[in-house]
């Protein structure tokens, strides 16, 4: 199996969900011991709360990015011990950092405590309630940028996540984002809903959980990844440890541009997309971009087995 034809693609925040990593965490050593290390880095039972719940505390978004980015990375680590390796990795926002741990740029439980702070940053950032984040479905991203600006009025309001040519994510202040979704409605979108978020992410309201986030990146020691990254806010490969850390920065206040993304890997001659993580939120989007790949996803051990049928 030639590992180039393959990018493992790690979820990001909305993909939790209870029982999590909880099967193949019974069935294989390596995801049991995956979830105990984060146990112990991180000073409480995030196994109990990612296999049992509460759902209430699993949404809080300082344990919901720690508690994502540990279901993938066991969900990895089982995939390589049986062989199958990536070509290439991506991750959607928070996955950026799952998908650098696979690379190898950083440990796995350095990467606990920066998205533990990463969710914590953001959730401070702007006081519950004042922002919001909305999905606009069947409508380009250009004219969605020109809604941003039209319903505005001096608040926030940007593409947040560029998913798919069917989806467009924008975030930035309440108002604006219910202005601009009711004006996406009036020009022809499908479909312009709020979504359940706790606050507005990747947008520019966003800068001072980016400020106190740098602090604690340029205190890490990063290596080069051994795997091909590629970054959310380029849309293009990351070579570098430098690169790396400055991605993942600017990651926070910039767009996730996940269809540019998942376009460069078809340009690199991928065949097989594999979503490495609970859900299937990316096997969902990669549908929308282009059918004609496989894709698949690992989240419980009858998927991983499929997975392995075609990918060693």
């Not at 020109?146 to 001096?154: E, H, M, Y």
């Not at 800068?207 to 990844?225: F, H, M, T, V």
Request: glycine share 8%; hydrophobic share 40%.
């Amino acid at each position: 199996m030639n590992p180039n034809s393959i990018a493992f693609l790690f979820p990001g925040q909305g993909s939790q969900a209870v029982g999590m990593g909880k099967e193949l965490a019974e069935r294989h050593p390596l995801a049991q011991q995956t979830f105990r290390e984060a146990d112990q880095v991180l000073g409480y039972d995030l196994s109990s709360v990612c296999f049992e719940g509460p759902e209430e505390e699993l949404r809080l978004t300082e344990i919901t990015q720690p508690a994502i980015l540990t279901a993938s990375v066991a969900a990895f680590r089982v995939l390589q011990e049986k062989g199958a390796t990536p070509g290439f990795v991506a991750g959607h926002s928070l996955g950026e950092y799952s998908a650098h741990v696979a690379a190898g740029t950083m440990s796995f439980a350095d990467a606990l405590r920066t998205v533990r702070n990463r969710g914590k940053y953001m959730q401070e950032a702007v006081p519950v309630g004042e922002g919001a984040m909305a999905a606009i479905v069947g409508m380009e991203v250009e004219k969605v940028s020109r809604v941003c600006v039209d319903a505005a009025q001096g608040e926030v309001c940007e593409p947040a996540n560029i998913n798919s040519p069917e989806q467009v994510v924008i975030s930035g202040h309440r108002g604006a984002v219910e202005r601009a979704a009711t004006l996406a409605a009036e020009r022809g979108a499908k479909k312009a809903k709020i979504l359940p978020v706790s606050a507005p992410f990747h947008c520019s309201l966003m800068k001072p959980a980016q400020e106190r986030l740098a602090g604690d990146l340029n205190a890490l020691r990063l290596g080069s990844p051994q795997i091909p990254v590629i970054s959310n806010i380029d849309a293009d490969f990351v070579r570098s440890q430098d690169q790396a850390r400055d991605a993942l920065i600017r990651q926070v206040t910039g767009s996730v541009k996940w269809e540019q993304s998942v376009r460069l890997l078809l340009a690199n001659h991928v065949e097989k997309f594999v979503e490495v993580g609970p859900g299937k939120v990316l096997w969902g989007l990669m549908r929308q971009i282009d059918r004609r790949p496989i894709s698949l996803y690992v989240s419980d051990q009858l998927s991983l087995e499929k997975t392995l049928e075609h990918c060693t």
